[in-house]
């Protein structure tokens, strides 16, 4: 009969197994995925480390006023003083005061590698400080209001100021213009270098923030966002 017939060619190519497929052991798992299943999640503190005081910083979000150095020391800059905390030892120093009553900090920022301090003042000016031997080092002008933010790559300094203006110091340079960028049309309170120096990001209370890239010069930035 037909269903004989059928049984037959079953036999055939699967013997006397009553299903086409089994398993006799459970499918590996893999043991990275086994691992990552007992990962726990890693909990975040719900208090702060240290709470230092800050009785002169100054209430105004478009200024820069802590920096991170590479060997844990932070600086602060409070009204016209820049204090370092190490945070290995605790100790607190001062390192610079401006000397005039009407000039205050508005911007710090630790050169990448090295003992070096960019300040950005409310003069217009931007200053590098050696924080070793606490000697000031250069004192640069180049812009006619205050220097809201800093940015280091390599032996460049970019400063961003009130005036709309970023300009591209040489530390190494007897005169360390390098060059002007004039592009925003607000005061330039955010900069940053990409880690291998060949794009700049700008940004400025006009809404806009510009990507700068080096080897097609400042006249216009390769991106911007509004």
Same mark, same amino acid.
């Given at each position: ?32 995925? /086994? ?14 480390? /240290?709470?230092?005081?800050?009785? $002169? ?44 009553? $009407? ?124």
């Amino acid at each position: 009969s037909r269903k004989n017939y059928t049984q037959e060619i079953f036999n055939l190519c699967f013997g006397n197994r009553t299903r086409s497929l089994s398993f006799n052991d459970k499918p590996p798992v893999d043991t990275a995925i /086994r691992k990552s299943k007992r990962r726990k999640i890693r909990a975040l503190p719900d208090l702060p480390e /240290r709470i230092l005081d800050a009785p $002169d910083i100054i209430d105004d979000y478009y200024l820069n006023l802590l920096s991170w150095s590479y060997d844990g020391i932070l600086a602060v800059a409070l009204g016209a003083t820049v204090y370092l905390w190490n945070s290995t030892t605790g100790d607190i120093s001062e390192l610079l005061s401006l000397p005039h009553d $009407d000039d205050y900090v508005c911007s710090i920022a630790w050169a990448q590698q090295g003992q070096y301090l960019a300040v950005g003042t409310s003069g217009g000016s931007v200053q590098i400080w050696d924080a070793d031997s606490g000697k000031r080092l250069r004192d640069m002008p180049g812009h006619s209001e205050r220097v809201s933010s800093l940015s280091w790559n390599g032996q460049i300094v970019s400063s961003g100021a009130r005036d709309y203006n970023i300009v591209n110091h040489d530390v190494s340079k007897v005169n360390p213009i390098v060059n002007i960028i004039s592009h925003h049309s607000g005061e330039v309170c955010a900069l940053s270098w990409n880690r291998n120096g060949s794009y700049l990001a700008s940004g400025s209370n006009d809404n806009t923030f510009s990507i700068w890239d080096v080897k097609a010069g400042y006249v216009e930035p390769l991106f911007k966002c509004t």
